[in-house]
């Protein structure tokens, strides 16, 4: 009998205990001017990008409305996806991120702009092997985590810096 009831908790134990909660990769098919936490914005529409490990996903030229105070796992743009805008609104939002990562390859354009007053926090240097616009509006303030960097190697690239921080 104490074997049995061992080995039921061993199985609960495993049965329970070994499921994470693992990454959501969440993909933008919103309209340009939609809300980062309106579902139907995103695939699949259950949610939106909003813990440690989610991760938004852009495949094209789109702005996004942002409104939240969220920390999710990254971002990433897929190939040729134009320039990608997150526009702060509200009181000044916060967008943490562990990193973001920007595809595409060859001359195609891949962009990325924070716009309005908010803040971005990443924790660790971005893969940014094609990204050929880097923005921060006026009134954003973007934290890169000690020691981590921005590699711009397209040519031509340009960085725009008119925020607060750096």
Same mark, same amino acid.
């Given at each position: 009998? /104490?074997?049995?009831?061992? +080995?039921?908790?061993? =199985?609960?134990? %495993?049965? *329970?205990?070994?499921?994470? @909660?693992?990454?959501?990769?969440?993909?933008?098919?919103?309209?340009?001017?939609? @809300?980062?936490?309106? /579902?139907?914005?995103?695939?699949?529409?259950?949610?939106?990008?909003?813990?440690?490990?989610?991760? =938004?996903? &852009?495949?094209? =030229?789109?702005?996004?409305?942002?409104?939240?105070?969220?920390?999710?796992?990254?971002?990433?743009?897929?190939?040729?996806?134009?320039?990608? %805008?997150?526009?702060?609104?509200?009181?000044?939002?916060?967008?943490?991120?562990?990193?973001?990562? +920007?595809?595409?390859?060859?001359? $195609?354009?891949?962009? +990325?702009? $924070?716009?309005?007053?908010?803040?971005?926090?990443?924790?660790?240097?971005?893969?940014?092997?094609?990204?050929?616009? &880097?923005? %921060?509006?006026?009134?954003?303030? *973007?934290?890169? =985590?000690?020691?981590?960097?921005?590699?711009?190697?397209?040519?031509?690239?340009? $960085?725009? #810096? @008119?925020?607060? #921080? &750096?």
């Amino acid at each position: 009998m /104490k074997t049995l009831i061992f +080995l039921s908790v061993i =199985a609960a134990i %495993i049965w *329970f205990g070994t499921g994470s @909660a693992g990454a959501t990769t969440y993909t933008w098919v919103g309209s340009s001017g939609g @809300a980062w936490t309106t /579902k139907t914005n995103w695939s699949p529409s259950s949610g939106y990008p909003s813990t440690s490990s989610d991760i =938004a996903s &852009f495949n094209s =030229a789109t702005t996004v409305s942002y409104s939240a105070n969220l920390t999710i796992g990254s971002i990433t743009t897929g190939y040729n996806s134009g320039a990608v %805008i997150i526009s702060f609104t509200g009181t000044t939002p916060t967008l943490g991120m562990t990193s973001f990562t +920007l595809g595409g390859g060859g001359s $195609f354009v891949v962009q +990325l702009t $924070f716009t309005g007053t908010g803040t971005v926090n990443v924790n660790s240097s971005p893969s940014t092997p094609y990204l050929t616009s &880097f923005g %921060i509006g006026a009134g954003t303030i *973007f934290n890169l =985590a000690s020691g981590a960097t921005i590699t711009m190697t397209n040519n031509p690239a340009s $960085f725009s #810096n @008119a925020g607060t #921080n &750096f």
